[in-house]
């Protein structure tokens, strides 16, 4: 079955800064990636998502990249807040299921 | 319109015994899951089902059984409970497509198991 790495497992970020987080799979037929943000104690919410026909995707200050040659895609979080502290976590989608990264915490620093 | 609802929110068992987990939708969905969440490891499919009266296998399913008699609600069970089964767990759905939408997180249940 389908393999999604994801790394760092921990980021910490001066406010304003950027963060970028990464994340590998290994199916070629997953065609659907999308990431989540978790708070504590809180169910995980979709921030945004891409399809494979698709290189990249900006809502405000978040963007997704994705490299289907290489397998990989990337969060990308610009002027950081301390509401964007969190754990996020990527996915890949194939056929029926979804396939999660072990999620990446999140600090930003005031 | 609720979303995706999880009873109960908290829970603590016996070892050996056994309890039921209720997760409803009310979006229509015909894809519904369910996800055990540990520390460090992200979250890991158990079972999922792709329609009424259908269910499917995923990562770790050993341990539970499921059932999808009515569209709306998935039914998680553990019929002797370890505490191995110490966990977070989420429902999910999402609708069908070749492309899919996102898919719908319920609130989670921590169980823990003594």
């Known amino acids: 079955g389908e393999n999604v790495e994801q790394h760092p497992s921990t980021l910490s970020v001066q406010e304003g800064d950027s963060a970028v987080i990464k994340c590998t799979y290994s199916?070629?037929?997953?065609?659907?990636f999308p990431w989540y943000k978790q708070e504590l104690g809180k169910r995980p919410q979709l921030i945004i998502d891409i399809r494979s026909n698709v290189g990249e995707k900006k809502d405000q200050r978040i963007a997704v990249t994705l490299n289907k040659t290489a397998k990989h895609f990337s969060l990308h979080i610009t002027e950081t807040q301390p509401e964007d502290s969190a754990v996020y976590f990527c996915?890949?989608?194939?056929?029926?299921?979804?396939?999660f990264g072990t999620g990446t915490s999140l600090t930003v620093i005031p | 319109n609720a979303g995706v609802t999880q009873t109960p929110k908290f829970r603590v068992l016996k070892t050996g015994q056994s309890m039921t987990l209720l997760c409803a939708q009310d979006m229509n969905h015909e894809y519904m899951y369910w996800y055990r969440q540990d520390p460090g490891m992200g979250l890991r499919l158990i079972h999922y089902?792709?329609?009424?009266?259908?269910?499917a296998k995923g990562e770790v399913p050993d341990g539970y059984n499921v059932s999808r008699l009515k569209k709306q609600n998935f039914l998680l069970g553990l019929e002797s409970a370890a505490p191995s089964q110490t966990s977070v767990y989420f429902c999910a759905s999402t609708r069908t497509g070749s492309y899919s939408t996102e898919a719908f997180f319920g609130q989670g249940t921590r169980l823990t198991v003594v």
């Open positions: 996915a890949a989608r194939t056929g029926n299921q979804f396939y």
């Open positions: 199916d070629s037929a997953s065609n659907y």
């Open positions: 089902s792709v329609g009424e009266g259908t269910t």
